[in-house]
Every structure is written in structure tokens, then in C-alpha cells.
Nanobody, 125 residues
Framework: VQLQASGGGLGQAGGSLRLSCAAS????????MGWFRQAPGKERDVVAT????????YYSDSVKGRFTISRDNAKNTVYLQMDSLKPEDTAVYYC???????????????????WGQGTLVTVSS
């Protein structure tokens, strides 16, 4: 049972990266999903979350208008399209599944379980 995040790497300011989170041994379609990030020396913070059927999304103020979260339940995969990258976006990015099917658009760390291993995103200026 795991979530596998991929797509991280080195990006340039103003550029784009796309992260993917694929699940194995775990069904995502009945749960809200989220992307979080943790920069060195800082706490893990929410980036974006999406409801079960993609009808509702939540974005942190720092990424609103630049990042887009989406999901493909048939592929058991969640995505994070990151555009207009900034150096302050540098962090390890994690995907996670909500702890309960009753949570529509959760956006606190404590509302998520089943964390992926993280993928490093580094944005150069």
C-alpha cells in the first residue's frame, strides 16, 4: 500500500513542472486527495486539495492562480501542475489521501493519512 510521487526535479523561475501521484494497493476515488510541501527547516504545509469527484478544490494563497490540482480516478492518480514557478516553491512535495471519505475538501495535515514518500522540487532563480 503506497502512494508514489514523481515528476520533481530542477525547474527555473517562471517555468513549469508537473507532479504525479500514483497509488498502488490503495483506492483513491472515494477520498479527497492533497498535495503538501515541506521546505528545509519548516513545517509541512498544504499546497492544494481536491474532492473525490474533482468538483471542488482548495489552494493555499501562495500557489493560487499558479498551480492546478487534478485527478484521474480511473488511473488512481492525482496531479499537480505547477506553473510560474518561484524559488520559494522549492521544497519536498508530498501527496496524501484524506483519512475519511466524509471529508470533502480537507486542507489540514491532520486530516490526511497515507502519505507518499515525497519528491524534491528545486526552483532556480
Amino acid at each position: 500500500v503506497q502512494l508514489q510521487a514523481s515528476g520533481g526535479g530542477l525547474g527555473q523561475a517562471g517555468g513549469s513542472l508537473r507532479l504525479s501521484c500514483a497509488a498502488s494497493g490503495l483506492t483513491l476515488s472515494n477520498y479527497a486527495m492533497g498535495w503538501f510541501r515541506q521546505a528545509p527547516g519548516k513545517e509541512r504545509d498544504v499546497v492544494a486539495t481536491i474532492s473525490r469527484r474533482s468538483g471542488r478544490t482548495y489552494y493555499s494563497d501562495s500557489v493560487k492562480g499558479r498551480f492546478t490540482i487534478s485527478r484521474d480516478n480511473a488511473k488512481n492518480t492525482v496531479y499537480l501542475q505547477m506553473d510560474s514557478l518561484k524559488p520559494e516553491d522549492t521544497a519536498v512535495y508530498y501527496c496524501a489521501r484524506a483519512i475519511s471519505t466524509t471529508l470533502v475538501v480537507p486542507h489540514h495535515v491532520a486530516e490526511f493519512g497515507y502519505w507518499g514518500q515525497g519528491t524534491l522540487v528545486t526552483v532556480s532563480s
